[in-house]
Nanobody, 125 residues
């Protein structure tokens, strides 16, 4: 059974930092691409960042480029999202998701088949 568990969310002030973690189990971790997505109340789920199975290809949304960094540790089945210079518009539930790498590398939420339960990030001004 595939399981993704996010952690690291919380309440932070504007300009602060958080590091999210996503632990993946139930599949061969280095065969999957992993993405971070977020959803704010009343809005659609949007992509934040994705990383391919090797860690050599990464994708960021324009809104987080230069502030967020995605990385993975294949020895720990974990993907990280380092978030710096947080702003109120970053407030959302953050989800990680997995995609079989053999299907290609996409940073499109519709291509991801397995999802975690999410971790809340709230940025206060």
């Amino acid at each position: 059974q595939v399981q993704l568990v996010e952690s690291g969310g919380g309440l932070v002030q504007v300009g602060g930092s958080l590091r999210l973690s996503c632990i993946v189990s139930g599949l061969k971790f280095d065969d999957v691409n992993v993405g971070w997505f977020r959803q704010a109340p009343g809005k659609e789920r949007e992509r934040v960042a994705c990383i391919n199975w090797t860690g050599l290809s990464v994708t960021y949304s324009d809104s987080v480029k230069g502030r967020f960094t995605i990385s993975r540790d294949n020895t720990k089945n974990t993907v990280f999202l380092q978030m710096n210079a947080l702003a109120p518009e970053d407030t959302a539930m953050y989800y990680c998701a997995a995609q079989n790498a053999w299907k290609g590398y996409y940073c499109d939420r519709n291509k991801y088949t397995d999802w975690g339960q999410g971790t809340q990030v709230t940025v206060s001004s």
